[in-house]
């Protein structure tokens, strides 16, 4: 039987390929990938604290200012040419996308991960971060855990963002 701090080897596999998509394969991010998700897991919903308290555990270990690791970014972002949300209202939007994850009736998990990641709530580790909550969520639907490998699934992965 598995420890609960423990993680199984799919798991691992999800986190060392989502850290690989963001061109992070060092061994201390991936351990500290691991405790995010163990926090994270443990969860019983989605809140404001839990997207942050995620994001500081995850980042604990990564080259950003103390008040970015944890704490909603206050600069513009843009990804895959787009802009992020304007950082004065991600707090907003990230409330209102925390109480969809917490509706047992919805179970778009796709949309759901597109509409984090089109906030960006950080200035780093959007990606990550998204990822988790996307299995967090698709596990509590039941589902297994949906691991986008670096390479060709990543390609398809980003065509997502492109149909919503």
Do not use: C
């Not at 798991?11 to 201390?28: H, P, Y």
């Not at 925390?98 to 597109?114: G, S, Y």
């Not at 039941?142 to 490998?149: A, E, F, M, S, V």
């Amino acid at each position: 039987m598995q420890h609960p701090h423990e993680i199984s080897k799919l798991e691992k596999e999800f986190l060392n390929e989502s850290n690989a998509i963001e061109g992070v394969t060092d061994l201390g991010s991936l351990t500290q990938a691991a405790f995010a998700w163990i926090w994270l897991k443990e969860q019983k919903k989605m809140t404001i604290r839990t997207v942050l308290k995620t994001h500081k555990i995850l980042m604990l270990h990564q080259p950003l200012y103390p008040n970015e690791k944890g704490y909603w970014r206050e600069v513009p972002v843009f990804v895959g040419g787009r802009a992020g949300a304007d950082w004065r209202t991600i707090q907003t939007k990230v409330k209102a996308w925390a109480q969809l994850m917490n509706d047992k009736n919805i179970v778009d998990w796709k949309t759901l991960h597109i509409m984090y990641e089109k906030i960006h709530p950080f200035v780093d580790g959007n990606g990550r971060t998204g990822r988790m909550f996307m299995n967090y969520h698709r596990l509590r639907l039941g589902l297994p855990l949906l691991i986008i490998h670096a390479g060709k699934e990543q390609q398809e992965y980003y065509k997502w963002f492109d149909e919503h």
